[in-house]
């Protein structure tokens, strides 16, 4: 939700009456509050490898940028979350058309709504970690898929035909039809491998001395796999 004005980022939360002036104070700058996690929940933070820090200092202010736009995402998240809730209790609402009618139905495990909610403490935020992860991923994708595919006009031709053929001109495609769409998914699968989301995996510590493909790997080391490296390496 960006609205762009000036050389500013002006958020659309704050239209909905959501206030996020302790982030902007923090960084000079109009951010969305769930941009704003993206560019610092990857960010170096110094506490990441000392824990023993964390909650006794904050010398680069991150963990405070973090919380603020976490609570900003609360303020407008928790209210639409319990009314869908309360929707439910009351019979209001007896199908699952969304994420979160999945998620509030989901019986295995039964989910708390404080487990779908973003906990200010950041931890088991299932709801939030779902939206982050779609708000420029699935985008991104099929940008490059459609680029990839325009560029080899032989296999968009075949592409295209698989869609005429499995779902037809007059509807949408359904997820029904996936198991039988299987050359695009191939292609999908291709457009990964060349271009990964993220350049690097998400950071892992090994918990145990070990060896990985010859590589000695000492516990409590930090291990980032390029993903770009892999996908374009012949020799994996």
């Given at each position: ?9 002006w ?7 959501v ?15 769930v ?9 170096f ?43 439910w ?21 039964k989910?708390?709504?404080?487990d ?11 709801h ?19 680029r990839?595919?325009?560029s ?22 359904e997820?029904s ?29 090994s918990?145990?001395?070990t ?15 390029s ?10």
């Amino acid at each position: 939700m960006i609205y762009k004005q000036d050389d500013g980022i002006w958020s659309g939360w704050e239209r909905l009456g959501v206030s996020c002036d302790p982030v902007r104070l923090s960084l000079g700058v109009s951010y969305d509050p769930v941009r704003l996690s993206l560019k610092y929940f990857n960010a170096f933070c110094i506490s990441d490898y000392f824990p023993w820090l964390r909650g006794k200092t904050d010398f680069d202010g991150h963990e405070k940028i973090i919380r603020n736009a976490i609570e900003c995402v609360r303020k407008y998240h928790d209210p639409l979350i319990d009314e869908r809730i309360q929707m439910w209790n009351n019979g209001e609402r007896k199908q699952e058309l969304d994420l979160l009618d999945i998620l509030i139905k989901h019986d295995q495990p039964k989910l708390t709504p404080q487990d779908i909610k973003v906990p200010s403490y950041c931890k088991n935020y299932i709801h939030y970690e779902l939206m982050l992860a779609t708000i420029d991923n699935p985008s991104n994708a099929v940008e490059w898929v459609m680029r990839e595919m325009m560029s080899k006009p032989t296999i968009l031709k075949r592409a295209v035909e698989e869609l005429d053929k499995v779902v037809g001109c007059n509807r949408l495609v359904e997820e029904s039809d996936l198991p039988q769409l299987n050359y695009i998914k191939a292609c999908i699968k291709e457009s990964f491998r060349l271009h990964p989301f993220a350049p690097f995996n998400v950071p892992h510590c090994s918990e145990k001395d070990t060896v990985v493909a010859g590589y000695f790997i000492p516990k409590g080391s930090h291990v980032l796999l390029s993903r770009l490296g892999l996908g374009r390496n012949p020799n994996v």
